[in-house]
């Protein structure tokens, strides 16, 4: 298969500029339709999400952030579970360490099962958590680590910083699934399980 434009691009500049004239089609009027795209997979490029949410492409931190921003437009996650950068014509893949957007920014309305919890992405997406975003918790590493994540849009995720963690975790309640008492937290309808109650005194220590 024959290098695609997206490869032979050598800065981040240059790449988004290709990215941004594929993507022309929308005319501004909100994301690519990436999930509809079927490009040739033209292999992978040297970009990287760091678990922190930062970007690095060919081994430099991108510093700017509607750079980030149009790369994060056309980002899909498939079946595979790998991540790739789409346009109509070609399709790269990138690595992500962790999830490829940080949730920085998290606004509660409502009470009980009127909550509402909305969030705000490292690169601007703003996610009311609910059916169609769901919340789920992960306990990982050594020291048992509360991880939260947000489905933002396809299969891609945003990791909830743990500043953010800290805050959902105190909206908490416990609510009885399946005949166990569940540590969990309300939003858009939705009961979304963090840990068994009886665990909870692990989260705090």
Known sequence: MATGEIRESSDAAGLAALIARAGAETGGRGLPPVERWNPPFCGDIDMEIRADGTWFYLGTPIGRAPLVRLFSTVLRKDEDGRTYLVTPVEKVGIR??????????MNASGEGEAQKLTFRTN???VVEAGPEHPLRFVIAGGNSELKPYLLVRGRLEALVS???MYELVALGETVEIDGTDMFAVRSGGVVFPIMPAAELDALTR
Not at 96 to 105: G, I, K
Request: hydrophobic share 60%.
């Open 123 to 125: 690169v601007g997406d």
């Open 162 to 164: 743990r500043a953010m």
């Open 96 to 105: 992500v360490v962790d999830a490829p957007f940080l949730a920085v920014e």
